[in-house]
């Protein structure tokens, strides 16, 4: 073949192999998105988070969310979070017939449970009156916690939890105060009794929703236990320091 006649041909091979190794490059990716939707979580006041999550219209009061914040953002500093754009609040402040656990997502702002949960036996009847941090309580400690590691023991799926308030929840692993689904955690315990089932001092969930909860918050994400109980509210470092 004349030479002539290969050139278009030859033409065609460098430009395909040209515009082949240009579509393939990919711009350098800096950070993860999903770390800069992290990153940005607390650029928004309480108040305007709280709007976004609607928790008013869940039954939250918006002191117990800016209590929750403010904890968590202390935490974050620290490092000891390792999963800080999800949160679960359990609103003591609340009676156990209600719906007071509520797990968010910071990033998405999303409610992606708000459920029943259960207090301990010696903490009260359909309010938690009375808290320990003492072995064989049976009450329930305020206060944060970091979530650990899953296990299947008596109570079946259960979630470790660490508490990170001294003298106030940090013998919570000891207690064995852990996360796990109870039967007496139901609308049918509150028309029978006129308040929730009670656990030995466990944030006892439904068992309907227990292993999606558990799987959503393991491994190191903030847990809080709001009370407006005195003690805890004039002791508490992370809401006072």
Not at 1 to 26: D, E, G, R
Request: aromatic share 10%; charged share 15%.
């Amino acid at each position: 073949m004349p030479i002539i006649k290969k050139l278009p041909i030859l033409f065609l091979i460098v430009l395909t192999s040209f515009l082949f190794m240009f579509a393939a490059k990919k711009e350098p990716v800096a950070k993860n998105q999903a770390t800069l939707v992290s990153a940005g979580k607390f650029s928004e006041t309480p108040a305007v988070l709280f709007s976004e999550l609607h928790l008013s219209e869940a039954g939250m009061d918006q002191t117990v969310f800016s209590s929750a914040l403010q904890g968590l953002k202390k935490l974050d500093s620290t490092g000891i979070i390792r999963k800080d754009s999800i949160i679960t609040i359990i609103d003591f402040s609340q009676p156990s017939n209600k719906k007071r656990l509520y797990v968010l997502d910071l990033a998405t702002k999303q409610l992606l449970f708000n459920t029943l949960v259960a207090h301990g036996r010696n903490s009260g009847s359909l309010w938690t009156s009375s808290f320990s941090n003492a072995t064989s309580s049976l009450k329930s400690s305020p206060g944060f916690y970091v979530t650990g590691e899953t296990y299947t023991g008596d109570n079946g799926y259960s979630l470790r939890l660490d508490g990170l308030e001294k003298n106030i929840n940090d013998n919570a692993r000891a207690r064995s105060i852990v996360m796990h689904g109870a039967p007496y955690v139901d609308q049918s315990s509150i028309n029978t009794l006129g308040f929730l089932g009670r656990s030995w001092g466990c944030p006892a969930i439904p068992e309907t929703l227990h292993k999606a909860i558990i799987n959503t918050i393991k491994d190191g994400t903030c847990l809080f236990i709001y009370s407006p109980d005195k003690n805890y509210q004039l002791h508490s470092t992370l809401l006072n320091s």
